[in-house]
T-cell receptor, first 111, second 113 residues
Framework: GIQVEQSPPDLILQEGANSTLRCNFSDSVNNLQWFHQNPWGQLINLFYIPSGTKQNGRLSATTVATERYSLLYISSSQTTDSGVYFCAVVAGGTSYGKLTFGQGTILTVHP | NAGVMQNPRHLVRRRGQEARLRCSPMKGHSHVYWYRQLPEEGLKFMVYLQKENIIDESGMPKERFSAEFPKEGPSILRIQQVVRGDSAAYFC???????????FGPGTRLLVL
C-alpha cells in the first residue's frame, strides 16, 4: 500500500517563529488532508489539498502531486499551535476514501 | 450544522465485556469511516460504510469487531469480548461523497481493565 512519511518527527519552537512540515507519499493520490490533533486528542481539519496551494490565516499548505510531497507552513507560531500534525492521503486509483496517515510531527511551541 | 458526533466520549470495560461505539455523521453525509489510534501508533483505517452497506472492511480485525450503518440511526462499531489490546481512541469520520474532505468526530476513548 501507499507509504506516507512526515518530517521532522519533533519540532520545538519559540512563540513567533515560523516552521515548515513536510509530507512525502510513495504513489499518486486522490485526496490529501492535513490535521492538527490538539492536546485534548481532537482531530481538527486544516486543509483538503490534493494539489495546489491554500492559505487560512497563519497556516498555508502546498501540494506538488507530480513530485509526491506536501508542505504545511505555520507562521508566527502560538502556544495553541502545539500538538501533533498529521498528513493523510487516499491512494490514487482507489475508489473509496480510505485515508492512510503519516506518523505525525509533534510540535511544541514555548512562550 | 452540527459536526460529527460520537458517544460515549469515554468508555471503560472489563476484559470479556462488549463495547458499542456510536457515530452520527454530519447532516447530509452518507459516508462513514472508522479509524483507530492505538497508543504509540498512528491512526489506522478500520472500515468504510455507506447506508446499510459495508464498502471496505480491510482494516478491521477478523474476529470480535463488527460495524454497521443502518438506514435509520447512527453507525455502530461493536467490539465483543474486549481485551486490553483494544484500549485505544476510536474516531469516526464522515463525508458527503468519496474523495472529499473527511470530518472527524471527537473520538471515543476505550479503556479495557
Amino acid at each position: 500500500g501507499i507509504q506516507v512519511e512526515q518530517s521532522p518527527p519533533d519540532l520545538i519552537l519559540q512563540e513567533g517563529a515560523n516552521s515548515t512540515l513536510r509530507c512525502n507519499f510513495s504513489d499518486s493520490v486522490n485526496n490529501l488532508q492535513w490535521f492538527h490533533q490538539n492536546p485534548w486528542g481532537q482531530l481538527i481539519n486544516l486543509f483538503y489539498i490534493p494539489s495546489g496551494t491554500k492559505q487560512n490565516g497563519r497556516l498555508s499548505a502546498t501540494t506538488v502531486a507530480t513530485e509526491r510531497y506536501s508542505l504545511l507552513y505555520i507562521s508566527s507560531s502560538q502556544t495553541t499551535d502545539s500538538g501533533v500534525y498529521f498528513c493523510a492521503v487516499v491512494a490514487g486509483g482507489t475508489s473509496y476514501g480510505k485515508l492512510t496517515f503519516g506518523q505525525g510531527t509533534i510540535l511544541t511551541v514555548h512562550p | 450544522n452540527a459536526g460529527v458526533m460520537q458517544n460515549p466520549r469515554h468508555l471503560v470495560r472489563r476484559r470479556g465485556q462488549e463495547a458499542r461505539l456510536r457515530c452520527s455523521p454530519m447532516k447530509g453525509h452518507s459516508h462513514v469511516y472508522w479509524y483507530r489510534q492505538l497508543p504509540e501508533e498512528g491512526l489506522k483505517f478500520m472500515v468504510y460504510l455507506q447506508k446499510e452497506n459495508i464498502i471496505d472492511e480491510s482494516g478491521m480485525p477478523k474476529e470480535r469487531f463488527s460495524a454497521e450503518f443502518p438506514k435509520e440511526g447512527p453507525s455502530i462499531l461493536r467490539i465483543q469480548q474486549v481485551v486490553r489490546g483494544d484500549s485505544a481512541a476510536y474516531f469516526c469520520a464522515s463525508s458527503p461523497h468519496t474523495q472529499e474532505t473527511q470530518y472527524f468526530g471527537p473520538g471515543t476513548r476505550l479503556l479495557v481493565l
